[in-house]
Every structure is written in C-alpha cells, then in structure tokens.
C-alpha cells in the first residue's frame, strides 16, 4: 500500500457550494462600529430574556428538554397553534436545511427567488439536489413565473415572505395562488423570519395555509425582532406527516436550555416586541425619505432593513461601502444576491440612523 494515499473527497457538488456570507460585525482597529449589516434588533433583547438566559446558566451542565415542550406550548398558546404541530430548531435556518435533506435529493429541484435567501441554494446543494433561481418581477417574487417552472423534479418551493434582502412581500391572495398552483407533491415552505415587523392588513405569514395543507410549512424565528440571534433559535409549523419527518432527523438536543429559557421569556415580553415595531414603524420609513432626499432609488420594503441603490462610478455600491467602513459604519453588500448596485441597511438607533444619512450625504457630496 502507499505510504501517500488520497485525501478524503466530499461527494460531488459539496464543492460547488458558494459558502454563506453573512454581514460584517467587526472592523480592525474600531472596538465598536455601527452594526448595521445583520438585521439585528435596533433595541436589544428583552430584558426578561436577558434574567432567564443568564438564570438558565445554573443549569447549563444538563442537557436541554429535547423536544422543547416549554417553548412548543408557549407558540402554540401565542399563535393559536397545536405544540404537537411545532418543531423547533437552531435558528429557522436550521429548519430550512433540515426540510431539504428530508424531502430532495440528487435528481430532484428546489425553487426559490432569484434574489431570496441565500441559505435556500445552499440547503438544497447539501442535499444534493439543484437550486432553480426563478427570475423575480420588480425585485418581488413572482408567482406565475415560479409555477411555470415546476416540473416533475421540483420537490420544494421556498419564499421568504417578506424577503431578505430586498424586503418586498407578495400578499395573502397571491400567497393563496402560489399554494393552490403547486401539485400536492411539492413542499412549500414559508420562511417569515420578519413577519412580526409588517403592520399591513393584506400580509399573511402561512400559519393559515401551513394549519390547514399538508404540504405546507412555515418557518419563523427569534433572531430579528425578538433579539436573540445569538443564540440561534428558531421554530416552523406543519402537518403532522412533516412534524413527524423532522422529528426523525433533527438532532436530538438541537435547541440549548438557554435559549429555550430566554425564548420562553421574549415570547412572553410582548410590550417588548411592540417597542421594537413601533420603533421600526417610524426609523424605517424615515430612512427611505432621507435616502429618497439624496437622489438614491430605493425599493419599498415592509421588514427590519432598507435596501438601497448606488448606481454610477465613483459613486457606485462598492465604493459606498468602503466610505461608510471607514467611518465605522457597517451595512450590508448584496451582491452574492445578484444586486451588485444595491446595499442593505439595517434600521438601528435614531442616532445610528441619522449617523448613515449623514455619511451617505458625505459620500455623494451632498452633505
């Protein structure tokens, strides 16, 4: 035998995957630059969630419930769900790769929008199986195009609703006509990572068609208005054929006993969450005003972020990221989502946000 044999090879496709990249948080040299890249809370975490996190730590030396009991029955009671129909998971995203490697494989297809989430393709590739971009109308996905697509091989649909990065939303009929258009094959699955931020009456995050369908999933998580990202923790709702196929292949211990403990909390702290709607519901429309102000195009969004469009040279996104970094302000480049001309920005602080006006004003010399 040879004393140099070969490495290990992944099977094929691993290494086609283009890895996440997820928003800069750091900035050498500055110990605390202005975090707008993540869509993280503008106001933190509850304060509640903070005691039971810190309270849980007693106890970090058992392991966690493993079927988050607690945690199912709180969403079930704040939700007006069954806690026989909820899994939870490490972050919605863990979900998300789950669902893929349950129900697709080599052969098979998963769509999703052109500019969607950039976990969706990368899910689907692990799995084996190929990611079909469906090209999205006004940076909105679109609904005809999609069930056009579908073919014997597609076994899932994602759409996040409203979408990252571009935060456009399709309404309950159109959300309704996606579902009744797909063959009772096909999973789809409907990633409302932002819903407690949209205040429109004609938004519906599925937890109608996911309570009612059996092919139909819905996904939420604690990261964005709940403030806990840190911990990863996240939870969908379905029929129970696809509870009981989660269960299956989820690990046993995949949410820790501090977040459970801190989600349990958050849910519980609803003057908390209103605080941070109500907070968004005036910095985000006064972001897409002042950017407005300055000549830049911007898409209207109903989530936690803005995204923005910095067109001509010098003056392009590229180069408007750069200037904002410099001056300690971190936000978010979109190009890995096809939209090199775009940044994305999270909506922070009064002073945060009066802090990027005025550095995109420098930026394109109008300050």
């Known amino acids: 035998m040879s004393a140099v044999s070969a490495a290990p090879t992944p099977r094929p496709g691993i290494l086609d995957i283009a890895p996440y990249q997820g928003g800069e948080g750091r900035i050498p040299g500055m110990t605390k630059p202005i975090r707008l890249a993540s869509n993280e809370s503008a106001l933190g975490p509850s304060p509640r969630a903070v005691a039971a996190y810190r309270e849980a730590a007693d106890d970090i030396f058992r392991y966690p419930d493993g079927h988050a009991t607690a945690l199912r029955q709180a969403l079930a009671r704040h939700h007006g769900l069954s806690a026989d129909r909820i899994v939870c998971g490490a972050g919605s995203d863990d979900l998300i790769h789950l669902l893929a490697a349950a129900y697709a494989g080599p052969g098979d297809e998963v769509l999703y ?13 692990t799995a084996g199986a190929t990611p079909v971009a469906v090209p999205e ?6 609904v005809d195009a999609t069930l056009a ?17 571009t935060g456009t939303f399709i309404p309950r009929d159109a959300l309704a006509r996606l579902h009744a258009g797909l063959p009772h094959s096909v999973l789809l699955v409907v990633d409302s990572a932002y819903a407690e931020y949209v205040v429109r009456n004609d938004y519906d995050p599925g937890l109608t068609l996911a309570g009612s369908a ?9 990261s964005k208005i709940y403030a806990l990202g840190g911990l990863r923790l996240g939870w969908c709702t379905a029929g129970p054929a696809v509870i009981d196929v989660l269960n299956r292949v989820r690990n046993p211990f995949n949410v820790s006993s501090a977040a459970i403990a801190a989600g349990l909390a958050a849910l519980e702290d609803v003057a908390s ?30 989530a936690n972020f803005v995204l923005a469009r910095f067109l001509a040279p010098p ?13 300690g302000i971190l936000v978010r480049k979109v190009g890995v989502y096809h939209l090199p001309d ?16 005025a550095a995109v004003a ?3 010399g109008k300050s």
């Open 214 to 222: 059996p092919n139909v999933v819905m996904t939420r998580t604690f």
């Open 137 to 142: 109308k006004n940076l909105t996905f679109d």
């Open 342 to 357: 775009y940044l994305r920005i999270t909506i922070g602080t009064e002073v945060e946000m009066r802090a990027v006006v």
């Open 315 to 327: 003056r392009d996104a590229a180069a408007a990221w750069e200037f904002l970094r410099q001056r």
């Open 362 to 364: 420098a930026f394109l």
């Open 149 to 165: 697509r579908v073919t014997k091989k597609t076994k899932l649909v994602f759409i996040a609703n409203p979408n990252n990065p």
């Open 113 to 125: 929008g052109r500019h969607g989430f950039a976990i969706y393709p990368i899910a689907t590739q």
């Open 273 to 302: 969450v209103d605080r941070a709607r109500a907070h968004n519901d005036v910095w985000r429309p006064w972001l897409e005003r002042e950017l407005k102000a300055l000549g830049l195009e911007v898409v209207q969004g109903v």
